[in-house]
């Protein structure tokens, strides 16, 4: 019986529209693969051109002073920092933070105001949370076939398809930290005469802000883990080191540029969940 149901031509009907979308926007496309590429490379060159023990210095007193002045972190991050260099990683480890840093960037300054929207109507919760549910089921793969076909190869598709992948926790962590806030402050505050603004702002985002972190950590995870899968369609740093690896069956220069992104991972998540506590 179900050989009688007619083939349905989806493949063929999404290759028709990502064709015809990559046609109909040419000309949004291009200047955001030219424009948005030549930040992005700027930005790693500006960085690898920095003397490496000056960076290393200022992360680790940052790192220093988000911990509560306790040292850990900050050794941590200049032993860790230190191996990078030492094995000569230290471009492909400024690469690999600027494709993480815009990827981060763009999802959480889009994603927290649909949060916010989520959390405001029933219908866009309703209406997008298919969609997030979506984003994070469809394996990570499929979405740089459509970031090749709009950007080309290089680090702006990788950007295009980490936001697609990591933008869903911050977006769900908005909506929720901000459903989770008192009823009886957001009375109080309706009471004492606080517009929609002043409510969103002073009240119900502040009450949020921890759930709210905790979203942007996960989303800045999600993007570095984009980053060895971002390196298929080109785009350079330690994920292009582990690929080159795996292609030549090289486990050593592998597992160091994978420890590499290990150690990048771990700074960058010691740093957002010390931002997320209180003081």
Known sequence: MLDNIPYIPVADGIDWTVDKITDWFSWLFDPIKDGFGWLLDNSADYLSMVPPIVIIILVAILAFLLSGK????????????????????????????????????????????????????KLAENIITPVLDFMQT??????????????????????????????????????????????????????????GNQKLFKVELPMARRTIMAGVNQTVMLSLSMVVIASMIGAPGL?????????????????????????????????????????
């Open 138 to 195: 469809m394996p990570a793969f499929v979405y740089l076939i459509p970031a090749v076909a709009f950007f080309g190869i290089g680090m702006v598709p990788g950007v295009f398809a980490s936001f697609i992948f990591a933008t869903p926790p911050v977006v769900r962590f908005t909506n929720l930290g901000i459903r989770q806030v008192s009823k009886e402050l957001v009375e109080a505050s309706d009471a004492f005469g606080a517009t």
């Open 239 to 279: 994920g292009r080191e582990v690929l080159s690896a795996l292609q030549r069956a090289d486990a050593g220069p592998g597992f160091v540029a994978g420890f590499g992104i290990v150690i990048l991972a771990i700074i960058i998540d010691r740093f957002t969940q010390n931002l997320n506590k209180e003081k």
């Open 70 to 121: 306790k040292f850990g972190l900050a050794a941590f991050t200049i032993v860790g920092l230190i191996f990078v260099h030492n094995q000569g990683l230290w471009e492909e480890l400024m690469f690999t933070f600027t494709l993480v840093f815009y990827a981060s960037l763009i999802s959480v300054l889009v994603g927290i105001p649909v949060g916010i929207l989520m959390s405001k109507s």
